[in-house]
């Protein structure tokens, strides 16, 4: 061996790669031993199986109201739903209390008149426009009566029912009843409180007033209902 092979360990090499070698061709190759299963057509799942298979949950039983027709539930409160018992409380709608009767007289005096003073801001409009008015004029004139009387008559009308209701109730609570007087008594107190800053006369035209209509509509709702 050179001194250049020594330096260079090419000897070395060559040998550790020999002796390498008988030991790499020792090693066994891999064997696959997988057999895969054979296919059998009739054991093979349908798309009906899949949906009606004891895994998916039944879509009746996902409903809130699901079980109600199997005698299942125990309580159910429907004391909220329980009419009004004191007598003379029947009226157009079916009525629960003093709150319906608030929301229900309220809102249909609101939009009563709200609609009457609609029909007078148009037939004023029309008047005060005259027939040789540009239509321009003739819609704005409109407009301006409208909006002015509509929500006047109507505001005015849902905070005389408001009191008028809020009243009625409160002496058919302490009385434990609903009749006539009620409503024309609630009506004049109502009217007069409307009116009460424009003095004493027309506290008194307008508790009349008021009165006079309360007193028309229990005698209406007396007869019809």
Known sequence: MSFWDALTGRKSSSSSSSSSSPSSTTLQEPTDSFQPTPFDPSSAQDVSSFLTGPSLPDPSQLHPLAGLNQQTLDYLSLEESALSDLPGSQSALPSRGWSDDLCYGTGVTYLTALSMGGAWGLVEGLNRSGPAA??????????????????????????LALVY??????????????????????????????????????????????????GAWAITRKTLF
Do not use: C
Request: hydrophobic residues 40%; proline residues 5%.
């Open 134 to 159: 540009p239509p321009k004029l003739k819609l704005n004139s409109v407009l301006n009566a409208v909006t002015r009387r509509g929500p006047f008559l109507g505001n005015s009308a849902g905070v």
């Open 165 to 214: 209701n809020g009243i009625n109730s409160t002496i058919g609570y302490y009385r434990g009843k609903h009749d006539s007087a009620n409503s024309v008594v609630a009506g004049a107190l109502s009217g007069m409180l409307f009116k009460s800053t424009k003095g004493i006369r027309p506290m008194m035209i307008s508790g009349g007033l008021v009165a006079s209509a309360a």
